[in-house]
Each structure stands twice: as C-alpha cells, then as structure tokens.
C-alpha cells in the first residue's frame, strides 16, 4: 500500500496535535498557565511528583527544559520551591494557592475544547480513539528508547 506521505498517521497525528496546543494555548493563556504547565501542575495537585526530577520524569521532558519551566512558573507565581528536609540539595516544589485556585477553571477548559473537537464522535469512538492513542504513545516511547539505546557498531559504517 503506498499511501501519500501526507496521509500516514504520524503526519495527521502531528496535525492533530498542533491544532490542540494552539486550542489549549488560547484557552488557558488567560488563566495564566500554558500547555505545558499541565502535566507539572496535576502531578503536584495529585501528589505524584515533587522534586525538578520526578516531574521531569512524570512529563516524559528532560531536566532542562523542565528546569527552565518551573522557573518561569516560579517567576509567574504557580509554584514555589522549599528546601527538602530529607536532602538539603534538592527542593520540594508545591503549588502555590493562586495555581491551586486557577487549575479547575483551566481543567474545565481544556475538557470543554476537547468536547467541541471531539463532536460527532460517539464515546465508544472517544474511547476507542483513547486507546489507539494510548497504545501508539507505548509503541513509540518503546522504539524511540531501542532507538536511543542501540549504539553505532563499525559494522554500521558504511
């Protein structure tokens, strides 16, 4: 099958996904938070994370992207950073009573956006297309890491 490179899934995806960040960006800008703010803000809100390392890990980024987030979140009052009683090195970060006030108006938004894009769609296709999406993200966290793991031998050379 020689599908148009303009068809596959990955290019449509990308589409796709470009179109829900400029959605969300417009939606949660007023609020104060942006896109990427909201897996660091969940993980917090929910406990899952604390440390620039879990949250890091939690959002799939690397340390310095998520170093330079929190701190322009910092600098934007959302979170605020407090030594770690169990490791003078590291900091605890926790949100900050403005970002815990905001986070329910910017999750309802978010819901609402993903409502209207998602109209027409019946929920057994939601649910279905959750799942694909879900499986895809396994399938390319999976060969991105046999990627990044599977190091050049002399034999690959030329």
Same mark, same amino acid.
């Given at each position: 099958?020689?599908?148009? *490179?303009?068809?596959?899934?990955?290019?449509?995806?990308?589409? +796709?996904?470009?179109?829900?960040?400029?959605?969300?960006?417009?939606?949660? $800008?007023?609020?104060?938070?942006? *896109?990427?703010?909201?897996?660091?803000?969940?993980?917090?809100?929910?406990?899952? +994370?604390?440390?620039?390392?879990?949250?890091?890990?939690?959002? $799939?980024?690397?340390? =310095?992207? &998520?170093?330079? &987030?929190?701190?322009? &979140?910092?600098?934007?009052?959302?979170?605020?950073?407090?030594?770690?009683?169990?490791?003078?090195?590291?900091?605890?970060?926790?949100?900050? +009573?403005?970002?815990? $006030?905001?986070?329910?108006?910017?999750?309802?938004?978010?819901?609402?956006?993903?409502?209207? *894009?998602?109209?027409?769609?019946?929920?057994?296709? *939601? +649910?279905?297309?959750?799942?694909?999406?879900?499986?895809?993200?396994?399938?390319?966290?999976?060969?991105?890491?046999?990627?990044?793991?599977? $190091? =050049?031998?002399?034999?690959?050379?030329?």
């Amino acid at each position: 099958m020689d599908l148009d *490179v303009l068809s596959t899934p990955g290019h449509l995806i990308s589409l +796709a996904a470009r179109g829900f960040t400029r959605l969300s960006e417009a939606r949660l $800008k007023p609020l104060g938070f942006g *896109v990427g703010h909201l897996p660091v803000l969940v993980a917090l809100r929910d406990g899952q +994370a604390s440390t620039q390392r879990d949250l890091a890990r939690f959002a $799939k980024i690397e340390q =310095p992207p &998520m170093a330079q &987030m929190l701190a322009r &979140m910092e600098r934007d009052g959302l979170i605020e950073r407090r030594p770690d009683p169990a490791d003078g090195r590291s900091s605890r970060i926790t949100l900050t +009573a403005q970002a815990e $006030k905001q986070l329910p108006d910017a999750i309802t938004a978010l819901l609402k956006g993903n409502g209207e *894009v998602l109209q027409g769609f019946s929920d057994d296709e *939601v +649910a279905q297309l959750v799942d694909m999406l879900t499986r895809l993200i396994a399938n390319l966290d999976r060969v991105a890491g046999a990627d990044t793991s599977a $190091k =050049p031998s002399i034999n690959d050379v030329g």
